[in-house]
């Protein structure tokens, strides 16, 4: 812009009458008002205060008028030399006019520089206030989320802990503070996991006798201290030897690697712990013990053993249950000594079939238990219809195939005995349907009913009647096979001939040794 304004000021001076000269200088002239006019222009887009391009668009316009009277100058006769005083009073107003355009450029020059200078400031504060920002939203987000991390660790910590104590009553009884069912299950996976060559494993389970009549008698509260009592005390005899659980309810549990010699003195001391007495009560305990692995490869198997043995042991030793078997077969034995005789026997051969099928404790207890009960039924028949000497008739026949329901009936209402309800139910069902009552087949009835069915049969064969003679044992044992498929299963009639035959065997042995004694040489010389 300065350069156009020097132009703009000495330019006219320059033209001569010379063809050509003058309008090349006004040529140059209009080229640099048209670069003043764009940057006056240029600073009202910048921004330039509208007075001060007011100025300079007024000094610009009073330039024109004197720049042409000095080119009409140049191109009269004589051109710019003819005529010196108008030259000079047009150069003096040329140059005040030029001066005047002069400041208001330099003023919109510093106004620019002001503008540059400021912006230049602006665009480093707002750099620096971006910076700034940027710097307190880190540190805002940095807080904020150190502030969440802790938070988060905290709320972590105690979710841990939460699900901690929670996998802790998970496994707790909250009654005893003993493990529980759920732990001995987890326990006793783990153990049974472990190599072979680790001790034998000792699972025992026990359930408290007279713990119904205590609670009934002193109410649940007392009842609930007593199991907390035993509980410390069963916790207390396992000490590190082994783990003591409640399994719910009057139930215990153990569980210990030991060696067989120190198992049993384990087992008392567990039995100890479960016994308290006071005036006119007394609380004990019955137990089954089992194993693993030599006697259960499994945790349910191990379980379900030891349950059976300890309900065994109950059973064996609940005078209860003696109380009422002995009570109905004196019942029996009133109203015909041959059946009493008879379901005797039948107990006898059906637990000892039992034992030889390989049949827990508990389920030999309860299928000799079921033989010695299956026809107590019959106490509610005639005596006319089971001593008749001839066939039944069919009415007959019909009453006397509803005594294994009355038979159901009798054990059922007494608790002692329920668990034989079933096989007195099924002992005179046929394994093709053709029994009764229910005319079940094969497998539906029940293992216990289908050895007492055998047992029975075999007995009434070899036992004499007085309307017909009775048989050997080999032509029972026969008749016996001749019905297996229909009558009866034929895995039981075969375990059970074997028996017999064994026992056959042994007997005759047992006779040939006696008689060999009798004729010793000593007795000869004598």
């Known amino acids: 812009m300065k350069l156009s304004q020097a132009s703009l000021q000495f330019a006219p001076f320059s033209a001569n ?24 222009s240029a600073g009202s887009q910048a921004g330039v205060p509208a007075g001060l391009l007011d100025s300079g668009r007024e000094s610009l316009r009073a330039l024109e008028p004197i720049v042409q009277s000095i080119y009409r100058t140049a191109l009269e006769p004589g051109g710019l030399a003819g005529a010196p005083a108008r030259v000079t009073r047009l150069q003096e107003l040329l140059i005040s006019h030029a001066a005047t355009l002069t400041g208001v450029l330099e003023q919109i020059s510093r106004a620019d520089a002001t503008r540059a200078t400021r912006a230049r400031t602006q665009v480093k504060l707002g750099g620096t206030a971006v910076m700034l920002l940027l710097l307190a939203a880190f540190a805002y987000f940095y807080f904020r989320s150190a502030a969440a991390r802790e938070v988060v660790e905290r709320l972590a910590r105690e979710k841990e802990a939460l699900l901690g104590e929670s996998r802790i009553e998970a496994r707790t009884d909250a009654l005893t503070n003993l493990a529980n069912r759920r732990a001995l299950a987890s326990d006793l996976a783990r153990a049974i996991a472990e ?4 001790r034998e494993l000792l699972l025992a389970m026990f359930d408290l006798d007279g713990f119904k009549q205590y609670n009934d008698s002193f109410g649940h509260a007392a009842g609930d201290a007593l199991l907390q009592r035993l509980g410390a005390r069963l916790a207390a005899a396992m000490g590190h030897k082994g783990s003591a659980y409640r399994m719910g309810g009057d139930e215990f549990c153990m569980l210990a690697r030991c060696k067989p010699d120190a198992a049993e003195q384990l087992l008392d001391d567990a039995v100890t712990a479960l016994r308290e007495s006071g005036e006119s009560w007394h609380i004990g305990c019955s137990y089954g013990a089992v194993w693993i692995p ?6 349910s198997q191990a379980l379900k053993l030891a349950d059976e043995r300890m309900y065994a042991n109950k059973a064996s030793r ?3 249950s003696r109380q009422v078997t002995d009570a109905l077969l004196q019942v029996i034995s009133e109203q015909n000594a041959c059946l009493d005789r008879h379901v005797e026997r039948v107990s006898e051969l059906a637990g000892a079939t039992a034992e030889a099928l390989g049949e827990s404790e508990y389920e030999v207890w309860r299928v000799r238990l079921g033989g010695s009960l299956h026809d107590i039924g019959k106490t509610a028949i005639p005596a006319a219809i089971l001593d008749k000497p001839r066939p039944l008739n069919e009415q007959e026949r019909e009453f006397m195939h ?4 009355i038979g159901e009936r009798i054990v059922t209402a007494a608790p ?6 079933e096989l007195v139910r099924s002992s005179h069902e046929r394994v093709d349907g053709n029994g009764y009552p229910d005319g ?7 293992l216990g009913s289908r050895i007492i069915a055998v047992c029975d049969a075999f007995d009434t064969m070899t036992s004499r009647r007085h309307h017909r003679r009775s048989l050997d044992v080999e032509e029972a044992l026969e008749e016996l096979r001749r019905n297996i498929g229909t009558k009866f299963d034929g895995a039981v009639v075969e375990t059970f001939c074997e028996m017999i035959a064994s026992r056959e065997s042994s007997a005759l042995e047992s006779a040939g040794r006696s008689d060999l004694r009798r004729f ?3 007795g000869i010389a004598g």
Not at 31 to 39: I, K, N, Q, T, V
Not at 294 to 299: D, F, L, P, V
């Open 440 to 446: 079940l087949t094969g497998q539906d009835i029940p």
């Open 294 to 299: 030599s006697e259960a490869a499994s945790e």
């Open 416 to 421: 002692a005995l329920a668990s034989t309800a």
């Open 17 to 40: 009458h010379m063809p050509g000269s003058a309008t090349a200088s006004q040529a140059t002239i209009l080229a640099d008002e048209r670069a003043l006019s764009r940057g006056l």
């Open 520 to 522: 010793t040489p000593s």
């Open 402 to 405: 509803r005594h294994p329901l």
């Open 195 to 198: 190599p072979r060559e680790s």
């Open 318 to 320: 609940s005078s209860a």
